[in-house]
C-alpha cells in the first residue's frame, strides 16, 4: 500500500538557519502531496499541498517540490524563527476525499 | 466559522469500557475522517463518513465504530478499551469533491 518516509527527528536549529526535512513516498498512481504541522496540544494545520509532478507548495516562507523522478517531496524554509517549533507530518491522499496516508513526524525546535 | 471542533479535549477510561468521542465539522463540509495518533507517530486512517455512511475503512478491528448524522456531525465509538487505544483521535472535515482536510485539535483518550 501507499506509505510515507520521512527524516527522523529530532531537528534542533539556531534561529535563521537553514531548515530541510527530507520526504518520500511510495504509491500507485499520481498522489497529491501534503505538509501538515503540528504545534504543542493543538491538531493539525496544512502548511502547503502540491498536487501534480513538478508543482511548488509554498506558505510562511516554507516550500516543497512534488519530484515524480525521485518520489520526494522535501520541506525547506530559509530562515527559520522559533515560532516555526513544531512537529512536522509529510502525507499523501489519492485525491480528492481519499485518506491522508502520513508519515511518522519530525519534531523541530527552534532555539533563540 | 468555528472551524471543526471536537469533544471532549481529555477523557479518561478503564479498560473493557466503552467510550464515544465527537466531532462536529467545519461549516459547509460533508465529509468526516477520523485519524489515531499514538504519542511519537504519525495519524492512522480509522475511517470515513459521508451520507451517513462509513465510505472508507483504514486497518482497525470492529470495536471501532462511527456514526454520521445528518448535519454532517460524526461520532467515534471504541468498545472493549484496550491500554493500546490510548492516542489522539483526531477528526477531519472536507469536502466530498475537494482537497483539503481541516483537522480538529482532538481528544486525548487515556486508557488505564
Known amino acids: 500500500g501507499d506509505s510515507v518516509t520521512q527524516m527522523e527527528g529530532p531537528v534542533t536549529l539556531s534561529e535563521e538557519a537553514f531548515l530541510t526535512i527530507n520526504c518520500t513516498y511510495t504509491?500507485?498512481?499520481?498522489?497529491?502531496l501534503f505538509w501538515y504541522v503540528q504545534y504543542p496540544g493543538e491538531g493539525l494545520q496544512l502548511l502547503l499541498k502540491?498536487?501534480?509532478?513538478?508543482d511548488k507548495g509554498s506558505n510562511k516562507g516554507f516550500e516543497a517540490t512534488y519530484r515524480k523522478e525521485t518520489t520526494s517531496f522535501h520541506l525547506e524554509k530559509g530562515s527559520v524563527q522559533v515560532s516555526d517549533s513544531a512537529v512536522y507530518f509529510c502525507?499523501?491522499?489519492?485525491?480528492?476525499?481519499?485518506?491522508?496516508?502520513f508519515g511518522k513526524g519530525t519534531k523541530l525546535t527552534v532555539n533563540p | 466559522d468555528a472551524g471543526v471542533t471536537q469533544s471532549p479535549t481529555h477523557l479518561i477510561k478503564t479498560r473493557g469500557q466503552q467510550v464515544t468521542l465527537r466531532c462536529s465539522p467545519k461549516?459547509?463540509?460533508?465529509?468526516v475522517s477520523w485519524y489515531q495518533q499514538a504519542l511519537g507517530q504519525g495519524p492512522q486512517f480509522i475511517f470515513q463518513?459521508?451520507?451517513?455512511?462509513?465510505?472508507q475503512r483504514g486497518n482497525f478491528p470492529d470495536r471501532f465504530s462511527g456514526h454520521q448524522f445528518p448535519n454532517y456531525s460524526s461520532e467515534l465509538n471504541v468498545n472493549a478499551l484496550l491500554l493500546g487505544d490510548s492516542a489522539l483521535y483526531l477528526c477531519?472535515?472536507?469536502?466530498?469533491?475537494?482537497?483539503?482536510?481541516?483537522f480538529g485539535q482532538g481528544t486525548r483518550l487515556t486508557v488505564v
Open positions: 504509491a500507485t498512481g499520481y498522489p497529491s
Open positions: 502540491a498536487t501534480k509532478a513538478d
Open positions: 502525507a499523501l491522499t489519492q485525491g480528492g476525499s481519499e485518506k491522508l496516508v
Open positions: 477531519a472535515s472536507s469536502l466530498r469533491t475537494g482537497e483539503e482536510a481541516f
Open positions: 463518513y459521508y451520507e451517513e455512511e462509513e465510505r
Open positions: 461549516s459547509g463540509h460533508d465529509t
